[in-house]
């Protein structure tokens, strides 16, 4: 068998104190070599925190550095690349203006990636590089704390499954965002963020106790960091092993931790010490609230997780549809809280997603079928408020939630596919669908015709029907259902629904019923 194609692809990201491109041959998943790195150390976020915007100089220094990276791709001869922003732009008051003066002047599109995907991206890539070295295989229960400037995620899987999944707006950012300089300089400030991260915590713990963690997972920059002033250093991709207590006894060595400690003792920069400084305080607040037996540290960071995400999408491979599974898993879990009828809700995301395999010809993408699936799934949460007005009371949930895996514009699709997906057509006058872009009212009409089918063949929740073929005939979709019971109201409502379906798809949809 020969060898599988390499591809070149540049990764470059925009982040609060360091700008970077990764330039990575990749084979497969498993066969990523890293060509070139280049890293500049900045200091955009303490600007961001002091002003809440960027100035004129800093977005030309930013722009500077994206040339030169620019002309660095432009040697390797690499033409396949992506440009991530995370909390830098994402929190800036002025982002359309940095937008639009790094479009104008290197041509680079950035991609501005909020808080939720920011944090699948980084678990995405330390599941991977966890599994590697077999230690996700383990029946005991695993959190995952990723802390961005702008948010923490709480993440709890168990035996490879995810079991819950939780984003809170308590960034290191955030944090220091919520005291003046003078509370900052307080003796008492140590104490006070720690009673302020406790009480925002608060409402998860008693979510989180009960999966009896015994491993807290930390990543990215910080987690490196502060193991490292512990005296503790990864080689390459190894993931540290701690004791819970080596960290308590870390944090007391201070008798009440404050940045100006941290930059007496280890000489680190002002700013730093302010982000490690919540950092290390939310970190003590979990193991609290969590008592895990060990702590694991990886060195897994959000480029790993793009590079690997990126490949995963660009080039399809089992990981990436595991992870998918996972995904599912969650939002099953998110339904079940709602008493949602299980039986019924994979009833229909089975049936939706056949016809999305069928419609791919017809504009329906891969990451269609994902959100269509998620859709299907969600679609009747409302009922567990009220009977009356369900979907409304659906999206509102939805657009409430945290979905793993989707970024806050695939939730507002899957929120408006479930707003209409049994009554109503998506219309302008709704303010729910008036604000989305072009492309998300697209997806969201084809969805919507979808899932109306789906949802039909099994409008009785009875299970009527055993499986469902699927033909195309010239300019229409000819559907077998299979079964041997009445489905006389199954096919009523199936045929209600052709009429937006062939609107929407320029295709005649016909409903045959066949034996078992």
């Known amino acids: 068998m020969g060898k599988s194609k390499s591809h070149l692809f540049g990764i470059i990201h925009l982040g609060a104190s360091s700008m970077s491109i990764t330039i990575v041959e990749y084979t497969s998943i498993d066969e990523v070599k890293v060509i070139e790195y280049a890293s500049k150390n900045v200091t955009?976020?303490?600007?961001?925190?002091?002003?809440?915007?960027?100035?004129?100089?800093?977005?030309?220094?930013?722009?500077?550095?994206?040339?030169?990276?620019?002309?660095?791709?432009?040697?390797?001869?690499?033409?396949?690349?992506?440009?991530?922003?995370?909390?830098?732009?994402?929190?800036?008051?002025?982002?359309?203006?940095?937008?639009?003066?790094?479009?104008?002047?290197?041509?680079?599109?950035?991609?501005?990636?909020?808080?939720?995907?920011?944090?699948?991206?980084?678990y995405f890539g330390l599941y991977y590089h966890m599994m590697r070295q077999g230690l996700t295989d383990t029946e005991d229960a695993a959190l995952f704390l990723d802390i961005t400037s702008g948010g923490v995620g709480i993440t709890v899987w168990k035996g490879g499954a995810l079991l819950f999944q939780e984003n809170v707006h308590l960034g290191t950012l955030r944090v220091m965002e919520s005291f003046n300089r003078n509370q900052r300089s307080s003796l008492s400030f140590p104490d006070a963020v720690g009673e302020y991260l406790h009480s925002m915590l608060s409402p998860v713990q008693e979510e989180v106790s009960r999966f009896n963690?015994?491993?807290?997972?930390?990543?990215?920059?910080?987690?490196?960091?502060?193991?490292?002033?512990m005296g503790f250093v990864a080689q390459g991709k190894e993931t540290l092993s701690l004791l819970p207590k080596q960290f308590d006894e870390f944090v007391e060595s201070f008798h009440g931790i404050s940045a100006t400690k941290l930059v007496n003792r280890y000489h680190i920069p002002e700013f730093r010490a302010?982000?490690?400084?919540?950092?290390?305080?939310?970190?003590?607040?979990?193991?609290?609230?969590?008592?895990?037996?060990?702590?694991?540290?990886?060195?897994?960071?959000?480029?790993?997780?793009?590079?690997?995400?990126?490949?995963?999408?660009?080039y399809p491979n089992n990981y990436l549809y595991m992870m998918r599974e996972q995904n599912m898993q969650l939002a099953r879990a998110i339904a079940r809280r709602f008493q949602v009828d299980e039986h019924h809700a994979r009833e229909v995301e089975r049936f939706s997603l056949q016809l999305c395999d069928a419609l791919v010809e017809h504009g329906i993408t891969d990451r269609m079928s994902f959100m269509m699936r998620i859709a299907a799934i969600l679609a009747e949460v409302g009922k567990f408020v009220s009977l009356r007005n369900h979907s409304e009371h659906a999206y509102h949930i939805i657009m409430g939630t945290d979905l793993f895996g989707l970024s806050d514009k695939e939730k507002e699709v899957v929120a408006n596919v479930v707003y209409y997906h049994y009554k109503g057509r998506p219309d302008n006058d709704d303010e729910n669908f008036r604000y989305l872009k072009e492309i998300q009212k697209i997806w969201v009409t084809k969805l919507v015709a979808i899932l109306r089918l789906a949802r039909a063949l099994d409008v009785s929740h009875k299970y009527k029907i055993s499986r469902i073929s699927i033909k195309h005939k010239e300019k229409a979709l000819v559907i077998e259902a299979h079964t041997d019971q009445d489905i006389s109201l199954e096919s009523w409502t199936f045929e209600r629904e052709t009429e937006y379906f062939s609107e929407i798809f320029g295709l005649q949809v016909k409903l045959k019923v066949g034996g078992k």
């Open 44 to 122: 955009f976020g303490e600007e961001l925190f002091h002003n809440k915007r960027l100035s004129f100089n800093t977005i030309e220094e930013l722009c500077r550095l994206l040339k030169g990276y620019k002309r660095l791709m432009e040697e390797y001869g690499v033409t396949e690349y992506k440009v991530y922003a995370t909390a830098i732009v994402r929190e800036a008051e002025n982002r359309l203006s940095i937008l639009d003066q790094i479009f104008i002047q290197t041509g680079f599109k950035v991609e501005v990636v909020d808080m939720p995907k920011e944090i699948y991206y980084k």
């Open 213 to 229: 963690v015994k491993y807290l997972v930390l990543s990215g920059d910080e987690a490196r960091e502060v193991a490292g002033l």
């Open 274 to 314: 302010n982000i490690l400084m919540p950092t290390i305080v939310l970190y003590k607040e979990l193991l609290k609230m969590v008592q895990p037996q060990c702590l694991l540290v990886s060195s897994s960071s959000f480029v790993d997780g793009v590079i690997l995400y990126y490949g995963s999408e660009t």
